[in-house]
């Protein structure tokens, strides 16, 4: 499951903003990191390193009709998993940034719809504004309705909860079918495996309209409680409100494992999830955007465990060339950085500490390099600085296995 959480910075007089999400997937699925450039040709050469039968034959005709619909204007930093064309989180180049959540609804989730990943996506590419975004939504929700099953291993079927944000406003919209809710943000909000809109949305669909508690009308209980989305919505919540808002405090909250325990077993609060036990999930992608005037900065696990990730900056920009925008270049990356995530989580605790300090070392080199002088640089400056920072994680990395060598 998954968690995302936003916050407004207005301790200065220069206002700044951050969004975060843990992307939370089967252990075994594989997550990208990809920079769309030419969503209209990307789609019509979609690659499928794997091809999922239910995908291609109940999801995909849904959004062939949907994409067919809008001009897909706008580029995109997204993360994905490697079977279908929709992103579990991302920014375009407005800085618009969404992240979607697993809810469980009464409603009924037909097999033919929407996936939430791909409407996510089709939203990063169609729309300018935080505002434009939830009404994009709700516009597909409302002409193709949500549906399919979004498991990996085993099935999954769910609706939608989103939360977008650009510079300047957020927004939390939460789904039931066609179904809706929304509620503008103006200092912090989170949201997770659980409805969290009761009476205090600010717009509700025509058919909601007087039902009073959205998410006592609309949530499955039985389906939602076993996912332990009220105390991680709990923890998020209670954190971005108690601490200081910075780059720092961001990628903390993803790494969190919740409230200290006497016993080894998993906090239900915990945001970070390894597998173990009888769970095959874990938090496989982790992203934080940085909102600064007239500057967004992105900044990526590519790996999963973000408790043990190194977090990398990129700076989407219309004249540059990412290697990210090539899927196979993509899905090597995120091969290479699972395994030696992985090789870390296994080795002895000495070498974990000794990794998780360099990791640290290694973070605030990119923070001073990517932050010194940010308002007068240009951005094509910040893009050749965020390109150096990539560059320099093959030495991160060079020193991750010799440390794991001995």
């Known amino acids: 499951m998954c ?128 505002k434009d975004a939830y009404r994009f939504i709700i516009h597909l929700l409302e002409s193709y ?3 399919g099953d979004g498991g990996y291993t085993s099935s999954l079927y769910y609706h939608n909860a989103f939360l977008i944000k650009d510079a300047d406003e957020a927004f939390v919209l939460e789904t039931a079918g066609r179904h809706w809710a929304v509620k503008r943000i103006l200092d912090h909000a989170a949201i997770s495996n659980t409805y969290s809109l009761r009476t205090d949305a600010d717009q509700l669909d025509t058919g909601s309209a007087g039902v009073g508690d959205f998410k006592a009308v609309y949530e499955d209980r039985a389906a939602s409680e076993p996912k332990n989305g009220e105390p991680r919505l709990a923890f998020s919540s209670q954190y971005v409100q108690q601490k200081d808002p910075d780059l720092t405090m961001m990628q903390n909250l993803l790494r969190s494992h919740g409230t200290p325990k006497a016993s080894k077993s998993r906090a239900r609060d915990a945001l970070c999830i390894h597998p173990g036990g009888s769970s095959v999930t874990e938090s496989t992608a982790s992203m934080v955007v940085h909102w600064l005037p007239n500057v967004t900065l992105v ?95 093959e030495q991160y990395q060079a020193q991750v296995r010799s440390l794991l060598n001995g």
Request: aromatic share 10%; hydrophobic share 40%; charged share 25%.
């Open 3 to 130: 968690d995302t959480a936003v916050v407004f910075d207005r301790r200065s007089g220069v206002e700044q903003s951050y969004f975060a999400k843990n992307s939370d997937r089967d252990m075994e699925e594989l997550q990208i990191i990809e920079v769309s450039m030419d969503p209209t040709r990307e789609f019509k050469a979609f690659p499928y390193f794997e091809r999922r039968q239910r995908y291609v034959n109940t999801n995909l005709p849904v959004l062939r009709q949907a994409f067919a619909e809008h001009a897909h204007p706008y580029q995109a930093v997204i993360s994905r998993p490697i079977w279908m064309w929709g992103a579990e989180m991302g920014v375009n180049e407005h800085g618009v940034a969404i992240g979607n959540e697993a809810v469980f609804s009464t409603e009924p989730t037909p097999d033919e719809g929407l996936l939430g990943m791909d409407i996510l996506r089709l939203t990063l590419h169609n729309t300018a504004s935080a």
């Open 145 to 147: 309705g949500q549906g």
């Open 299 to 393: 900044w990526f696990s590519g790996t999963p465990q973000p408790c043990r990730a190194l977090f990398k900056p990129l700076v989407l920009s219309k004249a540059a060339e990412f290697a990210f925008t090539d899927p196979k270049f993509a899905q090597d990356y995120a091969q290479t950085h699972r395994q030696l995530i992985r090789a870390v989580s296994s080795a002895p605790e000495s070498v974990q500490e000794a990794v998780l300090t360099l990791r640290d070392e290694w973070e605030e080199t990119y923070r001073a390099r990517m932050y010194a002088d940010i308002q007068s640089k240009s951005s094509e400056q910040l893009l050749a600085v965020s390109q150096e920072c990539l560059q320099l994680e």
